[in-house]
Structure formats: C-alpha cells, structure tokens
Nanobody, 129 residues
Framework: QVQLVESGGGLVQAGGSLRLSCTPS????????MGWFRQAPGKEREFAAA????????YYVASVQGRFTISRDSGTNTVFLQMHSLKPEDTAVYYC??????????????????????WGRGTQVTVSS
C-alpha cells in the first residue's frame, strides 16, 4: 500500500518561486517514473512534468518549460518540483504521481494519468497578481 504525500504548496506573488516535494508513505518495490499534474478551478487535470527514475530524463508541458525543474532523490523516492517565475495561471492543485515497475514508455512522454499507479492528495499552489 503506497500513498504519496506532497508538501510545499502555498501562496506566492507573481514572479516568485516555490518548491514542491513528494514522498511515498511506504517503500515501493520499484519506480519507473514520478510526475506532477495540476488542476486549476473549473479545468481538467493536466500533465506538468515527469522524470524517468532510471535515466533521469525529464519531460515538461510547454507552458512550464524553462520555468519548472523536476528532480529526484532515488534514496528516498522523493521527487521535487522547483517552480520559478510563477504566473497567476499556474494557480492549481498540484498532484504527485508514481508509476511502478520497470516498464518503459516508448515513443511519447509519460504524460497521461493512466501512466501512473499511485497518487497524492494534492497541494494547493496560489499565485497572486
């Protein structure tokens, strides 16, 4: 039984920075990818960033490219999302996700909700104008 626990959300001014962290509540047998999704009020949940646990390769949605950085600590299965130059449109609940196993996703980024097996409860990020 694995549950992801996010932390680091809060209220920041436009142009500011914030770092999110996510740690599994229980040890996982293996980790393929960890990622971040976000859901703004009245909108569908969307992919933000992901990292391949084995290779460290990263993936980003175009709207956060160059502003957000995803990284990992393999020893603790912790994933981080460092966010810079935050904009009001970044306001959303941010969800951490983990894909277990050793399967490889070929030909596309791991950007679908169905690519992941475990989810966190979400942490609120609010960016004021």
């Amino acid at each position: 039984q694995v549950q992801l626990v996010e932390s680091g959300g809060g209220l920041v001014q436009a142009g500011g920075s914030l770092r999110l962290s996510c740690t599994p509540s229980a040890r996982t047998a293996s980790t393929s990818h960890m990622g971040w999704f976000r859901q703004a009020p009245g909108k569908e949940r969307e992919f933000a960033a992901a990292i391949d646990w084995s290779t460290g390769r990263t993936y980003y949605v175009a709207s956060v490219q160059g502003r957000f950085t995803i990284s990992r600590d393999s020893g603790t299965n912790t994933v981080f999302l460092q966010m810079h130059s935050l904009k009001p449109e970044d306001t959303a609940v941010y969800y951490c996700a983990l894909r277990s196993g050793y399967r490889i996703i070929a030909g596309r980024p791991p950007s679908r909700q169905g690519d992941y097996d475990y989810w966190g409860r979400g942490t609120q990020v609010t960016v004021s104008s």
